[in-house]
């Protein structure tokens, strides 16, 4: 078994459980039930178009630290604003359509929410040894304590952080200044896993952690990426094999 640190820090979304992962699946599956108002009936090229075009709008929004920080604590408003965008960019303006379509996407990924299937088995493993277990995740109070609670995380962790009940989300320094006094550790004793390379890779590796990429699907490092991992995970289990 690898050399385990005093404490690691879990990511939630695409990290413990699969939420948001390959979006332009998600997309082409979602658009699909709106065909026919979308006037694209039979129209796959029309399809693909709206779906890169939803895409490209979002990543435009999130993109915008200012702007992602006031929107993750109300992610079905913030799409139902990234579809009217995307709609009033391709001249098909209908404001009452994209809120629809937001919130139809919305809710199929909530349905469709999965934990990783190694998930538990690691967490409790990695307890069971001693280590100190903390979980940092961004977004809205009631939607991510949801989410702790639908896939029985509470007793997992000795801290559960949640930007919408700690007033800051990733990756403001403080976020995880606050997770390591709450654990008890230094952040050289401490390990940081998660899918998003900014916030939960080169942040925690600034502060003096070791930062742990997740990439579950084996896409591998986005070729204009800077950020160099400590570690590459296709599997959780991997932390303890």
């Known amino acids: 078994m690898t050399n385990l640190p005093r404490a690691i820090l879990f990511d939630l979304d695409d990290t413990i459980i699969k939420a948001y992962a390959k979006p332009a699946e998600a997309w082409d599956r979602l658009l699909k039930r709106f065909a026919e108002p979308l006037g694209i009936v039979g129209d796959e090229e029309a399809l693909v178009a709206i779906r890169q075009a939803m895409m490209a709008t979002g990543r435009e929004f999130w993109t915008n630290r200012e702007i992602a920080a006031r929107w993750r604590l109300d992610i079905p408003k913030a799409r139902r604003t990234v579809a009217r965008l995307t709609l ?75 930007e919408g009940e700690f007033g800051r989300g990733k990756p403001e320094p403080d976020v995880y200044h ?64």
Do not use: C
Request: net charge negative.
């Open 88 to 162: 009033d960019r391709l001249g098909r303006s209908n404001d009452a359509l994209a809120e629809r379509i937001a919130d139809d996407f919305t809710e199929m990924r909530r349905l469709e929410y999965e934990l990783y299937p190694d998930a538990h088995h690691t967490l409790d493993t990695l307890k069971s040894l001693g280590v100190r277990l903390a979980l940092i995740t961004n977004g809205q109070a009631e939607i991510q304590r949801a989410k702790v609670a639908r896939f029985a995380l509470e007793g997992r962790f000795d801290h559960i952080q949640i």
């Open 178 to 241: 606050h997770a390591l006094e709450r654990l008890g550790v230094g952040a050289a004793q401490t390990w940081m896993v998660g899918d998003n390379l900014e916030w939960e890779v080169e942040t925690p590796q600034k502060l003096g952690m070791v930062g742990i990429w997740y990439d579950p699907f084996g896409d591998g490092l986005p070729a204009d990426t800077h950020v160099v991992p400590d570690r590459i995970l296709r599997r959780l289990a991997e932390l303890i094999d």
